[in-house]
């Protein structure tokens, strides 16, 4: 990836999820609207929790969110996972966003921080114990 003007470059990891910021995504002023946002990050840290967990899981908390910068309509948005934290029945999800602006004149920047908690829960939607980690 090019450095953008911003210094910044994509993790040398492979996304989560990457999507392209749409006008049904955006609000009254032209910028993406931060729920949409929200809902994104969401998704992508339940994809590494669904993983660990083998199965349900259910968002219990959004231990922090940071907006740093805006997206804009047409910027290509990228989603960095990676679990930070495994309890008994919660995994702890750090959640890094960045985008790709601009294709004639390539930049990348960091636009959004969040760490968010799930809870392993079974058919009947309670707590679940976590299955042993079978990468350890």
């Known amino acids: 990836m090019h450095e953008g003007h911003a210094g910044t470059s994509l993790p040398q990891r492979e996304p989560t999820i990457r999507i392209a910021a749409m006008p049904s995504d955006a609000n009254y002023t032209g ?10 990050v969401d998704i992508a840290g339940s994809i590494p929790a669904v993983h660990r967990a ?4 259910a968002t219990i908390a959004v231990n922090s969110f940071v907006f740093k910068q805006p ?15 495994v309890g ?14 601009d294709p004639a ?10 760490t968010l908690t799930y809870v392993a829960v079974g058919d009947d ?12």
Request: charged share 25%; hydrophobic share 35%; glycine share 8%.
């Open 105 to 114: 004149n390539p930049t990348c920047h960091r636009v959004t921080e969040a």
């Open 31 to 40: 910028d993406i609207f931060g729920g949409w946002l929200m809902g994104q």
């Open 54 to 57: 083998k199965g349900r899981v």
């Open 88 to 101: 008994t029945t919660s995994i702890t999800v750090d959640v890094e966003v960045y985008v790709q602006r």
């Open 71 to 85: 997206i804009f309509v047409g910027d290509l948005v990228s989603f960095y996972t990676r679990i930070v934290k």
């Open 125 to 136: 939607r309670r707590p679940r114990p976590l299955p042993p980690d079978e990468e350890q």
